[in-house]
Structures are given as C-alpha cells and as structure tokens.
C-alpha cells in the first residue's frame, strides 16, 4: 500500500521500527497532492517547505529515542478556518484573502506539541457555511469518488483529503454536520465530539454555541488517536470543558455485548433513500451481532431541528461576522463615499451568497419585534431537544441513524434551491444543538459505488464509548474500499 494511503496508527509503527521516515511519508503526500489535487482541488495553501522541515525534525526525534506520541511524523491537513501562525487563514472568504494570523490558534498548537506534520489548509464553505463545499470563495472541492459530485461540506477539503491521499488525516470543524456529512459522502471517519471537548480558540467564530472541532480519519484508532491530542480544557476558550480526557485509543476493545442502540424513528422516515437505509440497517444488525441490543426510541422534537438551526445560527453568525468591516483587518474596499460606504461595499464584495443570506436571517432574527417570536422560541425548542437527548439517554447507550439523507449529490443540483441545501444536514443538526457527541463512518456503497456513512451519537462526554461502539462495527464490516482516484 502507498504510504499515502495508509492510517497513522500504522505508519506509527512503521517509525518506530525504522522503516520508514517521516520525510519518506511527508513527500509520499506532497506527491499526491501534486499528482491529484488539480483534480479534486482540497487545498487553498499548501506549506511544502515548513512541512518537509517538521518532518526532518520528527525524524531527529526518533533517532533520538525522543518521540511525542503516535502523531508525531504523521501529516496533517488543517481546515482553513483554524488560525495558522505565519500561513495565511482564509475561511474560505474573499473578504480574508490576505490574512496572516500571527498565532496557532489551540488545536493547532496542541497537534504540533504532538509533533504532527502540517501540510497545508484546506477548502471549506465559506466561514463554515454550506454542505457542498461549492460556496467556497475560490473554488468547489469536487468528491474523489466521483468527480462530478460535491464531496459534502462545509469541510468538504478536509474529507476529500483523507480520501483520495492527500493528507493522513486531517482537522475540520462541525457546526450542523459539518464534519459527519462530508466523511459520509467521502467514505471516511468524521467525529464531532461533545460541545466544549475541545478548545475553540483560534477557530474563526461561525455559530459560536455550536461550532465544534473533530478529525477526519481512515478509521476509528486513528480518529481516537487525534482526538486524544486535541481534548482537553484550555483556559483560552470559555466554553472549554474541565472535564477529564480519557486514553481514547486504549480504550477500543471492540466488547459492546450489553450495550443498548436506539433507533430514532424519526431518523428514518418514510421515504428515505434505500440507498441509505439498507446499509444503516445493516450496520444496526452488525452491532447486534457483537453483542448490543437494539431498541426502537423516539425524539420527537427532531422536527424542529432544522428550523431551530436555522434561526440559531444566522443570529450567531449575524453578530460574529460584523467584525468584518474593512477597518481591523481582512480586504478593505476603498470608496469615496465614505465610511459607510467603504463598510457597505467590503461586506457586499468580500462576502459570498450564502453568507450575505445567512447574516440576513440572523439579523431579521434578533432585530425589534422578532427577536422573541424567532430566537427566542428556537431557544426554548433547543432546550427541548437537549432534554429529549438526556431522557433517551437515560435508557440507552448510544443512538444510531444515517449520517445524511441521501448519498453525494451532483454539483449544482442544490444551489439554487436553499431550503432542499439545507435539508441535507437533518440528520447532523440534531446533535450539534443538544452538544453531544455524534460520528460518522462508512458502511456500505450504492449500486453507484458511492459511500454511505451510518452515524452514531453518543451522551455528552462519553466519546470513548461511542468510538468503541465505532470499532466494533468496523471490525464486523472489515476494510472498507478506497476510492479509485
């Protein structure tokens, strides 16, 4: 296998026993990026020189006997929205086209400390916003499956990178599914943890109540491993969590006999694609097979979720983004009308579409006479969903469903068309307002060889079980196939 290809628990070993070098792995996906990104278009910056440096330096350490952990040597693609000390940090935006932060924002430093090589930042929706990854500023990302469809978003560059080699794993963010419905449709591991699991910091705000960082993986080992390095409260972030991080990896013993799965009958309705459902349930049955019991449950306040969602983080975003007003930093568009009409045409041209929609809904949302009547009755219905979750939880282990109705989808089938957009992350949602944990994996392909991801979604702060649960089944369904990139 090319070592492009392979997991960072394997290339680890590798390492460890000599076989192989860091710079050996690193140009292995430089070269891959080289020979198959103009096809796919993952990245917006590539940092070839600092990380063949980093890679020359990992390899000091394990001659040396001085290794920092199974990431160390391993590279890395981060998603563009994670501030980069000395690389420029777009979001995905015209309106950030030029800025170089000046500090690793704190997952970023935290997978660094862990001696992981950076590779480059990867395409995104911008600021976060899209399940396509066609509201990118500079360019879709297409799936490796099948280029003529989206690879899901917003981290669609994050995904299609660990699919088609050109990064071990990578780093993406989950504010309705962002991380879950591009590893389904890309056929890779995507893990929202728990709200406040890990920092924040340094991660350009998009909902900020419901912005999430997880990895992007082959497998589930080496989604315990990054996650492992990135946990953890950090008194940079206020939303950070002081809550004990476990040895996630030591923990996947694959034994679940016992364990009680709900199926959410609401998260298979009527006339979802058998596409999609056959495999789930087949995945369901897997489960079983190890050992877990399957209970049918009800969340009947998942109706509301996306309409919520929709109220929820426009406002958020409304208010985080009127940052951006071509005076602190970022594109500044010069007119001669004056401040008000410098204000007025940055945000009109360094703002896309969809983000110019969404800051329009959360600023109708909050503004006089709707605040009430919009944001704060989706508050109320949040905290609906977030009691629905506890009680369910109360009765069993985790919950299964799909990752996303319906498997990837043309490129430009949705754009015109906002609200059937939106609707692909109704799956996803649900879990990023009650701020529990929730993974994808791949489980099985359609007629038209293209990935389906089941999801599992497990109580807040019980990551270890749900990644548990995940290697179990993983190891019932056996390797899953690579895309033919």
């Known amino acids: ?26 140009q292995s996906v430089l070269d ?18 600092a990380a063949l440096e980093a890679a020359g330096q990992s390899d000091e350490r394990f001659r040396k006997g001085d290794v920092s952990g199974p990431l160390d040597g391993i590279p890395l693609g981060i998603k563009d929205i994670f501030l980069t000390e000395g690389v420029r940090t777009t979001a995905g935006s015209r ?23 950076i590779t480059g930042k990867l395409n995104m929706d911008e600021f976060a916003m899209g399940s396509s990854n066609e509201n990118s500023g500079y360019f879709p990302t297409f799936n490796p499956w099948d280029r003529a469809l989206v690879p899901g978003g917003s981290s669609g560059g994050s995904a299609a990178a660990v699919a088609a080699g050109e990064a071990i794993a990578t780093l993406g963010t989950d504010t ?76 996947l013993t694959g034994d679940i006999s016992g364990m009680k799965i709900g199926l959410p009958e609401e998260y ?105 009547a919009y944001y704060g009755k989706a508050q109320r219905v949040r905290t609906l969903i977030r009691r629905e979750f506890e009680e369910v939880f109360s009765r069993v282990d985790l919950l299964l469903s799909p990752s996303s109705p319906t498997p990837a989808f043309p490129l430009g089938d949705r754009l ?13 949602i649900p879990a990023n307002i009650a701020g529990v944990a929730a993974v994808s994996l791949p489980c099985g392909l359609t007629p038209g060889n293209l990935p389906v991801g089941v999801q599992l979604i497990g109580p807040a702060f019980r990551e270890e079980i749900l990644l548990n649960a995940a290697y179990a089944y993983e190891g019932e369904r056996g390797e899953f196939p690579k895309c033919s990139l």
């Open 1 to 26: 296998m090319s070592l492009y290809y392979e997991t960072i628990h394997s290339l680890h070993e590798k390492l460890r026993e000599g076989t192989v070098t860091s710079t050996m792995i690193t």
């Open 32 to 49: 891959r990026i080289r020979e198959v990104d103009e096809k796919v278009h993952c990245y917006l910056t590539l940092t070839e020189e």
């Open 95 to 117: 309106i950030l086209e030029n800025f170089v932060p000046p500090f690793d924002g704190t997952p970023v430093s935290r997978l660094k400390k862990a001696g992981a090589v």
């Open 176 to 251: 309705g599914g962002s991380i879950r419905q591009p590893a389904s449709h890309c056929g890779v591991v995507g893990l929202k943890p728990t709200y406040g699991r890990v920092s924040r910091y340094g991660v350009i705000a998009f909902a900020s109540s419901l912005d999430q960082v997880g990895p992007l993986t082959r497998d589930v080992r080496d989604c315990a491993i990054v996650l492992k390095a990135i946990a953890g409260h950090d008194p940079a972030d206020s939303t950070s969590a002081r809550v004990p991080v476990p040895d996630y990896p030591s923990l």
């Open 268 to 372: 298979f309705p009527e006339g979802l694609d058998p596409e999609v459902e056959a495999p789930v349930r087949k995945a369901a049955e897997a489960l079983a097979k190890r050992g877990a019991s399957l209970v049918s449950v009800s969340l009947p306040s998942t109706r509301y979720a996306v309409a919520t969602y929709y109220i929820i983080a426009p406002a958020e975003a409304s208010s985080n983004l009127a940052r951006y007003d071509g005076v602190k930093y970022g594109v500044r568009l010069s007119d001669p009308g004056g401040l008000l009409e410098m204000y007025r045409q940055t945000r009109s041209k360094g703002f896309g579409p969809e983000v110019k929609r969404r800051i329009m809904l959360g600023t109708f949302a909050l503004s006089a006479g709707y605040y009430d």
């Open 416 to 428: 015109e068309d906002p609200l059937r957009m939106y609707m692909c992350d109704m799956f996803t």
